[in-house]
């Protein structure tokens, strides 16, 4: 895993500055501390750069990127892995191929020529990001992997074209302007940002399973859009019961098997995350039965039990025979580095999980690591939830009683009530736009259209009027393809929805790449390798749920690596204890509020609304709040912390200068 950035100009003889790449470069050295390389190509107005984590292939002169192809035609910066890479090159190999590194990377420079972009993405298994720029052609292209593991921004400004893994790496460019847009602000603040969109104003990102391609034409940019691959589920009138349940259950071993044996290739160690869940627990169990030593496995755990996973963590741990290390992290920990982590997601966060996960990467980087398999994606493939079980009973099963599915819902609030006013909404919410869209507003999205009520109040007045007819959740349901919802059971409907918002947008961003790349981690979810998540559209709605049980076929699959107790146990969201629930961590939060959210920082900004702030941070406080409302307060208080801390970092920090420096720090030079 790596950082990459780049610029490409329509004037077709306009320079690239090589010095800029490199300012590029430096300022996302965390993702790539290894070293760093750039190129540019004359008289054809582009230019790449690249700082490197070395995995695959530890020569630094002969891996270093971007590569340029034998032939000069193309040139490639990629961020990433792929998988079964080795069986790849050996066929290019045979038909002809000479490969001049050891790298995965270099795959797409021999695949391209001979298939084209699209037919060379079917054979890439893994997390990517790239950028290829085809001389003959004149066409840059930029790609992200199927599921938005791995990041990659882009922006038009001046007719240029500036791409990059991090928003600070567009932001180094002096020409990138650095402020939010107002849609942007807002869906800061309400969590939940539309697919493809950041914060800032005309900054976009290549979404998941999609290819950016930039062509010049008459001097211009032209800049189009095509999606690759998406997470396709039957529909509901092809599912059959033609297979039985032991079909699923093998398929899912199986395809899991894979998955983790090949995440585990590497040309340094690789580790485990392991938290409570079975999720992590499966791919602890599955990489111990693979590797013929002890896996290293590394564990947060909190000072709270309400929220502490360190327990059924330790047995797994003794049950595989993993050398565990755990972390404990204090209440006042989280809070203390909240600034930083901000620094490192560049959006706004919720719960404060961000911080404990960037905390645990460098823990993990500082024990000698620089690559862990993690538990990633298995809720989202096989309806892990709450917000799942809820629309599950709620509109797919048409066969049971109402009064019978009250109480299925009362079970599931009861049994989920520490996220109540986080994961799940204190009171159900609808949404004209997206029962339009999807039919029915899907539980993951309702706590987040709940937070969007107080909103408004905290905008300063001018933003406040210009968004007075805005609809948020119209602006995300209009990012949905309406054929891949169609016709679906409502349990597939509501598993798309998060792929498309929650996953992309925070659990892998702000819960994953951001804050592992933040201390050089390369994390690997086998759960999102793209083999195994086809075949987990195939399974059966009440195979995902089965009564009570969420993750069925999972447990299934996985019951002999698994503890009788962890086979048993309900899911339980991991997420880090809510502010308001210890004083020494809301004493923390407070510290910040008083720097961040005063009446002149605010007025500085030019974002929020003192007096707004004002009455959310009095409400919060006084008795008439509920638990529910201080939770889901709680959220919306970082997110008011979050939009202040991210105006200091990109906005009224001066950035280019920033890379600069970094730059001249690291010794980072052209030459």
Request: with cysteine; charged share 20%; hydrophobic share 40%.
């Amino acid at each position: 895993m790596c950082g990459i950035g780049g610029i490409f100009h329509a004037e077709i003889h306009k320079p690239v500055d090589p010095q800029l790449l490199v300012n590029m470069a430096a300022i996302q050295y965390h993702r790539g501390p290894d070293g760093f390389g750039y190129q540019v190509m004359e008289q054809r107005g582009v230019g790449f750069c690249h700082a490197r984590l070395s995995i695959i292939d530890l020569n630094e002169q002969r891996a270093r990127q971007p590569f340029v192809s034998s032939d000069n035609n193309l040139l490639l910066a990629h961020n990433g892995e792929f998988y079964d890479y080795k069986r790849l090159r050996t066929e290019l190999t045979l038909d002809g191929a000479r490969f001049n590194t050891k790298s995965d990377s270099e795959l797409v420079l021999h695949l391209y020529p001979r298939l084209g972009l699209l037919g060379t993405l079917k054979h890439l298994r893994g997390e990517f990001a790239f950028a290829l720029y085809d001389k003959a052609n004149d066409r840059l292209q930029l790609v992200r992997d199927r599921f938005g593991v791995k990041p990659l921004y882009w922006t038009e400004v001046n007719n240029t074209l500036v791409f990059g893994s991090e928003l600070k790496v567009l932001f180094a460019h002096p020409e990138v302007p650095r402020r939010f847009s107002q849609s942007g602000l807002y869906h800061q603040l309400m969590q939940t940002i539309v697919p493809g969109t950041t914060a800032f104003e005309g900054v976009h990102q290549v979404k998941p399973g999609y290819v950016v391609t930039i062509e010049r034409r008459h001097g211009r940019l032209q800049i189009t859009e095509q999606k690759y691959w998406d997470m396709d589920f039957p529909l509901a009138s092809e599912r059959t019961a033609d297979k039985d349940e032991r079909y699923y259950i093998d398929g899912v071993r199986d395809g899991l098997m894979q998955a983790v044996q090949l995440r585990l290739e590497a040309d340094v160690p690789v580790a485990c995350y392991l938290s409570g869940g079975i999720d992590s627990c499966s791919i602890l169990g599955l990489s111990s039965a693979s590797q013929q030593s002890a896996v290293k496995a590394f564990t947060i755990g909190f000072d709270d039990s309400d929220y502490d996973e360190t327990p059924i963590a330790r047995e797994m741990a003794r049950a595989t025979g993993a050398d565990q290390d755990v972390m404990l992290l204090k209440a006042d920990h989280l809070y203390d580095n909240f600034v930083e982590t901000l620094w490192h997601t560049e959006r706004t966060i919720y719960n404060t999980l961000g911080v404990a996960k960037l905390l645990m990467s460098r823990h993990v980087n500082q024990a000698g690591y620089k690559v862990v398999v993690t538990g990633e994606g298995s809720d989202e493939l096989f309806a892990g939830y709450p917000a799942f079980r809820r629309d599950m009973f709620l509109h797919g099963m048409d066969t049971l009683p109402a009064v019978e599915r009250q109480v299925w819902e009362q079970m599931l609030a009861e049994s989920n009530r520490l996220f109540k006013g986080a994961m799940l909404a204190d009171e159900a919410v609808t949404d004209a736009a997206l029962n339009n869209t999807v039919g029915f507003t899907p539980s993951c999205l309702q706590p987040w259209l709940a937070s969007a009520k107080h909103v408004p109040g905290l905008l300063q007045r001018e933003i406040r009027t210009a968004l007075a007819d805005y609809q948020p959740g119209a602006a995300i349901a209009a990012t949905f393809d309406v054929d891949m919802l169609q016709g679906r059971h409502p349990l597939d409907k509501a598993q798309y929805v998060w792929i498309k918002t929650m996953l992309e947008g925070q659990i892998l961003t702000w819960g994953g790449d951001r804050v592992d790349m933040a201390n050089s981690m390369e994390a690997r979810p086998p759960f999102l390798d793209h083999h195994l998540a086809e075949f987990a559209t195939q399974v059966p709605p009440n195979l995902r749920i089965k009564g009570r049980t969420e993750k069925y076929v999972l447990r299934e699959a996985m019951k002999g690596v698994l503890p009788k107790a962890l086979y048993e146990r309900e899911k339980f969201a991991f997420m880090a204890p809510p502010a308001h629930t210890d004083p020494k961590k809301w004493s923390a939060m407070q510290v910040l509020v008083r720097e961040y959210l005063n009446d002149r920082a605010i007025q500085e900004a030019g974002l929020l609304d003192a007096q707004g702030v004002r009455e959310l941070l009095a409400y919060h406080e006084s008795p008439q709040a509920t638990a529910a409302e201080q939770v889901q307060q709680d959220a919306v208080i970082n997110h008011l912390l979050g939009v202040q801390i991210l105006h200091q970092h990109f906005v009224a920090t001066d950035v280019p200068h920033k890379a600069a420096a970094q730059a001249q720090a690291l010794g980072w030079q052209c030459h």
